[in-house]
């Protein structure tokens, strides 16, 4: 009998990240078991029954073990990784050369905890000369990014929603007893669920399983949030409810924006929501009268009618009633690591894209206009694509549309690490390290950062990410063979104790020397990486944002206890970061400096966004205008349900999920009967763009006129019978052009169908 090993890691299966411990059988390389890993600041040993079962991303027959390239008769031959990089390369610098860097793209770069990776496709695109990142957040988060430039100065400002300490919560179109979305969901929406002294408020048009743990459910029409929360702030301002001295001391603009809000027509926009006006009236005098409030919204708002405008109102909500940076409420915070940047207006000259004219938003482009950036004769359309740690024909709108884009590019590159049904239309699929074979990171809750420490050595043919990367930059020549100097001061350091000499070095060159300044995440692997334990090289770039944060927040570091000053105080919280598995705390929030992450001049939030509020003055005031397309496809179709096990697409085989494998279609019981569908039957279910086929649960969680669906099915996985795919791919049914007019975010919580029993 083999003996087994335990690992600290995190799980990858939803943001949250928790902390886990891995027993690994060496030999086998199967994960035997996973538990919570209790030292984990943030999660303290909590999972959910999704990470039980981690070996089925780990272990299982799609994994890629060898580069592969497209041949003539559309089959795929293994190619070895000097070939492949080669080829790759040259073909990079011959369309960058002929038509531009900007004719290239790069999509992805990271899914639900493999991020490390991503940093290093920064050095390619330099490389390139593509300022154009599609990146799936852009589907979802972009509307909320865009409105925080406005509200707070920068769209990359982040933003916490600390549902734990709040007396009194409002859940717009999230679902965290499956979702999750903030820490040990269902311990804490069980704990206010239960307390006497607190409420929590869901809004969802369908009976979810945090719905059912609230003191008030308001259950609105899809689609329909703005108007519910345009009333609730009516109400507030034509009340006088608002917190005058939090408005004045704190923001800017509110004489212009209330001009709008007392126009609002609250019981008319209440009955267009389908919530009595009493209910918005209990809402609004409970948000006004509690000492703490908490917002927390996601998909059910951001992938649905007016989703940017749903990002301002949202967050009117706590602004105008003072709920806002203090304990309990929602807060601006710091990010060790930004993941985003801050993308300027066209108007003000910010870049967009050259077919759709489509802006950035956090210098990220969004999925929904990729197909239309590609398939079209516009001197700069999109030639070459490189996809890594995504899966957009199943994961982004219109699966056939981006079919039939892919097939027209001049290079297509996969980088991930399993046969995807968007590797599968690709000319080079790179096979990746797994993210428990090479050090990962995971960092999106507030004030923490957690560095995965490997658990195995990449499977045998592939490489990590950090490694791909800087194989096809060296191969396309730019950068130097070798960061030599560099690697000397990093070694000279070490070896001879010469504190501080490796950041004078790089502070010398890191400026000046283009490949460094270029290429620097390549530089620090090489170099100060090469100093770390075996295996951990591709956190050299660490080094670096610690010593960023330490130079813009050095109080907040030493407030989570790590010490020093200035460079000492990055070098030590470097080595904090290595020498914690677990993950750790790199900062402490303190609200006496809160207003100070307010990035406009004054510190002051800007209330008045002109172009939402003329956005807000033109909602419809009757349901009158219902469109032909209503009457054609009578259903709302929610495209996109997160339930009990269902992770993107990021696990492959069916066998992994012990509920629900046929991912089923929600149907009201009197939709079911006047269609004559009885739980379990086949359903036909027809969008404008395509259909599928979907077993049928019938269910009074949704409301008659909606069904709802789960993403990330219909996957095709090679252990079955056939190939046959299990479940349907909801993408089939969602087209490019029903998205946010503003950021582009798809409406996938209002996808209009017909459905008929097969
Ligand atoms: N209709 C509809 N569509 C949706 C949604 C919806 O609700 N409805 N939800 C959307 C949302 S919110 C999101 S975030 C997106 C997610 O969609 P994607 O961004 O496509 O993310 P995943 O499905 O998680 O795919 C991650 C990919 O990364 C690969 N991978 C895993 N680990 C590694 C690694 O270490 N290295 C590399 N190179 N690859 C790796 C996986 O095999 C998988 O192919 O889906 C969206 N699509
Ligand atoms: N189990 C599981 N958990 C996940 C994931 C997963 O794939 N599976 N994916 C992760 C990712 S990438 C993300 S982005 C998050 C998303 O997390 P959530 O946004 O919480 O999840 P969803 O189920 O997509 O949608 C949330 C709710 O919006 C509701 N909704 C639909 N239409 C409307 C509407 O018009 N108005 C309102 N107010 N609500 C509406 C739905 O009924 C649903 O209950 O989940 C993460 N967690
Ligand atoms: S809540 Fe998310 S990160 Fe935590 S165990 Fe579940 S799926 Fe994994
Ligand atoms: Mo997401």
Known sequence: MSTTTLHKSACNLCSLNCGIEIELNPETREFVKITGDKEHPLSQGYICQKATRINYYQNHKQRLTAPLKKQNDGSFKEISWDVAIQEIADQLVSIRDTHGGETIAYAGGGGQGNHLG???????????????????????????????????GRQNTMYAEPVEDAEYVLIIGANPMQSHGIQKARRVIGELSRDPNRTLVVIDPRETETAKKADLFLQVKPGKDAWLMAAILGFLAQKDLVNHSFIQEHTNGYAE????????????YAAISGIPLSQIEQVAHGIASAKTMSLRSDLGI?????????AYLARLIFLITGHFGKHGTNHLTTWFFPLLGHSKDPEEGGLTTAVTKTRGIGKLFPPNILPLEIDSDHPKHIRGLIVDSA????????????IKAYKTLDLMVVIDVAMTETAKEAHYVLPAASQYEKVEST???????????????????????PEIYSRIVRAMNAVPASFSELKEAAQLEKTENKKGHFQQSFMKVAFTEPSVKRHGVIALKESIGETLPKGMEAAGPIWMTAQMYANKYPEAIKRAGIEGNSAELGENLFKAILDNPSGIKVSE????NHWALVKHKDNKVQLFIPELLQWLDDLPLTLEHIKQSEID??????AGERRTYNANTIIRNPEWRKKDAAGKLKINPSDAAAHGINDGDAVQLESSTGSVKIISMISDEVPSGVLSMPHGHGLKYYDQDNHETVGAMANLLTSTDHCDPLAKTPYHKNVRVRMSKV
């Open 589 to 592: 929030r303190a609200y006496e």
């Open 302 to 310: 951001e992938m649905s009618y007016n989703s940017t405008l749903n």
């Open 391 to 402: 899966n957009p024909v199943s994961s982004w709108a219109d699966t056939q549309a981006q």
């Open 633 to 638: 496809f009578p259903f709302n179709l929610i």
């Open 257 to 268: 924006l209330l001009t709008h809000l007392m126009k609002i027509p609250i019981a008319e």
């Open 443 to 465: 960092f999106f809750q507030e004030n923490f950062f957690h560095l995965r420490q490997p658990v195995l050595e990449p499977l045998e043919g592939t490489l990590t990410e």
């Open 118 to 152: 991503g940093i290093y496709a920064a050095s390619l695109r330099a490389a390139c000369k593509t300022p154009y990142i599609y990146s799936s957040l852009a589907q979802e988060k972009t509307g909320n990014f865009w409105v925080h430039g406005k509200m707070f």
